[in-house]
């Protein structure tokens, strides 16, 4: 009996990874409502409507450089229209600029991952969320 319910739970893992390859367009769009999770949190500790929380802190961070590892791969040929996509053309005009900006993100992510202070958060959080904006500027359609 726990031998099959393992079974399942391993074929319920292995379809849901499937699932998320063959929709890359659910997958950048549920990975960029985790960064926007990350962002809400950590611009309520930026702002002072929430105390600064050093694990939270990490947390923001540790959400940025994941998805920024994450997102320049959930952008294939065949992933550039449909599903509600807000996903831009320049994308796939300009891959090195694209990618280039993750990297930057993931940087910034990283440089983040050492704040101890809220004065070091707010600054480390400034500049990887001016990452998003300029990102959000260049590769996405506003709708």
Same mark, same amino acid.
């Given at each position: 009996m726990l031998r099959s319910a393992f079974v399942a739970l391993g074929l319920a893992v292995g379809v849901s990874a499937v699932l998320a390859q063959a929709n890359p367009i659910a997958e950048r769009r549920d990975t960029m409502k985790g960064v926007g999770a990350a962002t809400r949190d950590g611009a309520a500790m930026a702002k002072g409507e929430a105390p600064?929380? @050093? @694990? +939270?802190?990490? &947390?923001?961070?540790?959400?940025? %450089?994941?998805?920024?590892? +994450?997102? *320049? %791969?959930?952008? *294939?040929d065949n992933a550039k229209t449909g599903g509600e996509t807000t996903a $831009? *053309? +320049?994308?796939? /005009? !300009?891959? @090195?600029?694209?990618?280039? $900006?993750? @990297?930057?993100? /993931?940087? !910034?992510? #990283? +440089?983040? &991952?050492?704040?101890? !202070?809220? &004065? #070091?958060?707010r600054t480390a959080f400034g500049d990887a969320t001016k990452n998003c904006g300029g990102c959000h500027e260049t590769y996405r359609i506003k709708k």
């Open positions: 600064f929380d @050093a @694990a +939270k802190a990490q &947390a923001v961070f540790k959400a940025y %450089g994941d998805a920024a590892k +994450k997102m *320049p %791969g959930l952008y *294939p $831009a *053309p +320049k994308i796939w /005009e !300009d891959q @090195a600029g694209f990618k280039a $900006a993750f @990297a930057k993100f /993931e940087a !910034d992510a #990283g +440089k983040g &991952a050492a704040v101890t !202070d809220l &004065a #070091g958060f």
